[in-house]
């Protein structure tokens, strides 16, 4: 509690500071609105940033979307061309094929997350000796660098030096291959991410009340029944978190597809931010980019518009 | 969940820990082999690293190591991550703390809508975000530079910031600063002298938490720096773009070197790691 302490004799100096303050009635009045304002000029600065990196970003990039613009022209003298961006967008196979694979992935990586997530919870939550061990080398996976750990699991899976393609005894080009590659990228993330939800699972089940586990086991509950009937109700707008911050956060895959197929072979793994960067950072059509970047937006609007409902009903979540 | 160590015989209860052993021991093997082995690859000659079958016993080699810790390629872009998750994370506190400090304690207009855009910069796709944001800086010649990437990550460094914090102040006790403030102390002065010294696990795991996302990230910097200014994970991708080549003793050395520092972060704000995650959705 020496905190405390430290917050006791700061107060003690503020005592001094503020009967100095008191003497002079002009500064007093300055002062005293300047005091009325703290919540605004204590926001300012974020606000201010918010709208810097943010705000004005979108808001031109809304604006790129519907001009023909290259990035030799100005900043405003592109041509206005409507909604042509957009149409093309609508009729290009490679973005609505992206459209399809991002939304297959999220899927797929989010319910493999989950499961894996809320098995590895349960496990660390029986309390047993060593289990903080188990607790701390779980969750290894999901420190380290996105980047680099797509990076290890590319030499894993390499087809002639990889020790995959040895202990199962194949020589499968894993990410060489229309049909392997989106699984084997969605194992590497369900490998890196099940911890994740493990974690926050595990802070749920840590949480809950212990009184009806404790009846059910007097009454003569299974832990089966125990399971399926207490704990996993209980333990549901957790598991609503979870299902939603994943969902936001796969739908803008990046990194690991990046390294390991960087939208390949023949655009198997194109999730949308793939398309987005490879339209505006490799053929530098900026405005298309705009275009899909807006769609992408809107789509993730939507989630993130779930997102806030479910919080907003669930106050004490 | 102590409960179920009631169910059932003394017998029924052994069996029982020991298959939940079985499958932690079994999943430890599964989720620690990759980084194991890669560890391993890092400790091994080239000769070693290309011996099949594998080689499983060997005498450990720094020679890949040192030759990382060497290059100048290397050293720069560990500079250049130091530096800017540094920037991003000393920016979004200074920043973002006093916004928290502020949207805990005092009702004001306007609050739901900042924090509301807070979420909304959390969540949505970092892509949509960086091509305008590319246009922008290129045409007032900020890309490439250090400070475009500092700005960059507060995209995500500053909602984190807010959130996390929010939670602290929230859970602080508001008589010591209403205290001061009966002593005359200005709402200024009892943020910095009584509230922020109280705070400081806080604001320790909120830096923590922030240096982690900036050190990680790939995207912004992808775009943003040039072969000068690249970060580390940036340096990482260039190495496995296209074929992945013979020289894994030294890829998986730096990958090594790139990934220890977040992992020292995390345990060190380990108690703190939920309330990240979930950007306070759930209250850790």
């Not at chain 2, 298959?19 to 000769?47: D, E, N, Q």
């Not at chain 2, 590319?134 to 490439?144: A, H």
């Not at chain 2, 943020?191 to 923590?208: D, H, Q």
Request: glycine share 8%; aromatic share 10%; charged share 10%.
């Amino acid at each position: 509690m020496h905190g405390a302490m430290g917050g006791g004799s700061a107060a003690a100096r503020l005592g001094t500071a503020a009967r100095r303050a008191r003497a002079d009635p002009r500064r007093r009045s300055t002062s005293a609105w300047l005091d009325r304002q703290f919540a605004r000029l204590a926001v300012l600065p974020t606000t201010v940033l918010m709208l810097l990196v943010f705000g004005v970003p979108l808001l031109f990039s809304l604006y790129l979307s519907f001009e023909g613009w290259s990035p030799e022209q100005s900043l405003f003298s592109g041509r206005f061309v409507g909604t042509d961006n957009y149409q093309d967008l609508l009729s290009d196979h490679a973005f609505l094929g992206s459209v399809a694979i991002t939304f297959g992935y999220t899927a797929i990586t989010v319910a493999s997350e989950l499961l894996v997530g809320l098995g590895l919870a349960l496990l660390l939550d029986i309390d047993l000796p060593w289990i903080s061990l188990f607790r701390t080398v779980l969750i290894l996976p999901m420190m380290i660098t996105p980047v680099v750990a797509a990076f290890c699991w590319k030499l894993l899976l390499d087809p002639d030096h990889g020790i995959v393609n040895y202990l199962i005894g194949s020589n499968v080009i894993w990410l060489g291959r229309p049909d392997t590659a989106l699984l084997s990228v969605a194992v590497v993330n369900l490998w890196q991410n099940a911890p994740y939800v493990a974690i926050l699972l595990l802070a749920g089940l840590r949480s809950l009340p212990s009184e009806p586990i404790e009846a059910a086991a007097i009454d003569g509950a299974s832990r089966l029944q125990m399971f399926w009937h207490i704990t996993l109700p209980l333990l549901r707008p957790y598991i609503v978190v979870a299902l939603l911050l994943r969902t936001i956060f796969e739908f803008r895959a990046f990194d690991n597809i990046y390294v390991m197929t960087n939208g390949g072979p023949a655009n198997s793994t194109m999730v949308l931010s793939m398309f987005t960067y490879l339209t505006s950072f490799v053929d530098f059509d900026l405005s298309m980019g705009a275009a899909a970047s807006w769609a992408m937006l809107l789509m993730s609007m939507a989630l993130c518009g779930l997102f806030i409902a479910v919080i907003r009903r669930r106050e004490p979540l | 969940m102590s409960a179920p160590s009631r169910v059932g015989s003394r017998r029924s209860r052994l069996v029982f820990a020991g298959g939940v052993y079985l499958a932690l021991i079994a999943l430890t093997v599964v989720f620690l082999f990759p980084l194991v082995w890669i560890v391993g690859l890092s400790l091994k000659t080239r000769l070693q690293i290309f011996t099949m079958p594998p080689l499983l016993v060997w005498r450990p080699t720094l020679e890949n190591y040192a030759g990382v810790v060497h290059s100048a390629d290397f050293v720069q872009a560990f500079t250049n991550s130091l530096l800017v998750s540094s920037g991003a994370v000393l920016l979004s506190m200074i920043v973002g703390v006093p916004a928290a400090y502020a949207i805990a304690r005092f009702p004001f207009r306007g609050r739901s809508l900042l924090f509301f855009g807070l979420l909304a910069m959390r969540m949505l796709p970092a892509i949509a975000v960086l091509v305008p944001m590319y246009v922008l800086f290129s045409k007032i010649g900020l890309t490439t530079t250090r400070l475009s990437v500092i700005l960059a990550y507060t995209t995500f460094s500053l909602p984190l910031v807010v959130w996390i914090m929010r939670g602290f102040f929230e859970d602080l006790p508001r008589e010591l600063e209403e205290s001061a403030w009966v002593d005359g102390a200005s709402r200024y002065a009892a943020f910095v002298r009584v509230v922020l010294p109280l705070i400081r696990p806080g604001l320790v795991a909120a830096c923590i938490l922030c240096l982690q996302l900036a050190w990680n990230d790939f995207l912004f910097a992808a775009v943003l720096t040039n072969n000068a200014t690249r970060t580390l994970p940036v340096l990482m991708a260039a190495f496995s773009s296209g074929d992945t080549g013979v020289e894994w003793g030294g890829m998986t050395a730096s990958g090594v070197l790139v990934i220890l520092p977040v992992i020292i972060f995390s345990f060190a704000a380990q108690r703190h790691l939920v309330a990240g995650l979930s950007s306070g959705a759930v209250k850790g």
